[in-house]
């Protein structure tokens, strides 16, 4: 399967720690999004990559927050100090290319903070 | 302020009709809208697309209205299948497809035998 994958698939951490999540896109596909989404909501932009350049961020996206692709493949998104407010589902996609505006998603992180 | 909206939570079709769900936007800057279909524990999976400079999109048993002067979407599939039993989000994008989809709360779409 060549799909977009995140790992791990679910996170229970205690408010307070810090939590890493991992995203690897479609291979070639140079685009990279996260978004989170919490229960009865669509997915909300945090953050997106072209290559390894972050170049938008959410004002979602808080201090705390904080991603990376360092080689423009496989990417990172680190939640310092969890509060309860953080649960929820994260998730990656990825896109081709300019010409090309959908985005494919994976199967997504479920972050609970107790 | 919701830019992307969906106004039914859930819709129920019986199997072999004609399913349709609507969305609304208030942002005249977007350039394309797309839905997307997810079933629990899974990612969303996009579904089709259109473009703002266009009305109709079709592609198989799915197809997409345009209405940009009221700024309402619709995606009508045609037969209704069991396995079109999920969530469905409308979403839209801004120029240059950049940005990040805006999605809507998305609306429960069963199936009827």
């Known amino acids: ?3 977009v994958s995140q790992d791990p698939r679910h996170k229970i ?5 810090n939590v890493t999540f991992r995203c690897d896109p479609i291979s070639e596909h140079n685009r990279l999004y ?3 989404q919490t229960l009865g909501q669509g997915p909300e932009f945090l953050t997106y990559f072209q290559n390894e350049a972050q170049l938008e961020k959410s004002r979602l996206l808080s201090d705390r927050f904080s991603a990376e692709r360092p080689k423009g ?3 990172t998104l680190e939640i310092q100090r969890t509060e309860q407010g953080d ?5 990656c996609a990825s896109s081709p290319r300019t010409d090309r505006v959908e985005q494919y998603f994976g199967p997504g992180t479920r972050l609970t903070v107790t | 302020d919701q830019q992307v909206k969906q106004n039914s939570p859930s819709l129920s ?3 072999g009709r004609i399913s349709i769900l609507n969305c609304d936007y208030t942002n005249s800057m977007f350039d394309y809208f797309l839905w997307y ?3 629990p524990a899974e990612g969303p999976t996009f579904l089709i697309s259109i473009s703002s400079i266009k009305d109709k999109n ?9 209405n940009k002067s009221a700024k309402h979407l619709s995606l009508h599939i045609v037969p209704s299948q069991p396995g079109d039993s999920a969530v469905y989000f409308c979403a839209a994008i801004g120029g240059g497809g950049a940005d990040g989809l805006t999605f809507g709360k998305g609306t429960h779409l069963i199936i009827q035998p």
């Open chain 1, 1 to 3: 399967d060549t799909g």
């Open chain 1, 13 to 17: 951490t205690k408010r307070g720690q």
């Open chain 1, 34 to 36: 996260w978004y989170r």
């Open chain 1, 73 to 75: 493949s496989f990417s």
């Open chain 1, 87 to 91: 649960s929820a589902m994260y998730l």
């Open chain 2, 13 to 15: 079709v019986q199997e």
């Open chain 2, 37 to 39: 279909k997810k079933y």
């Open chain 2, 58 to 66: 079709e592609d198989g048993r799915f197809t997409v209205f345009l």
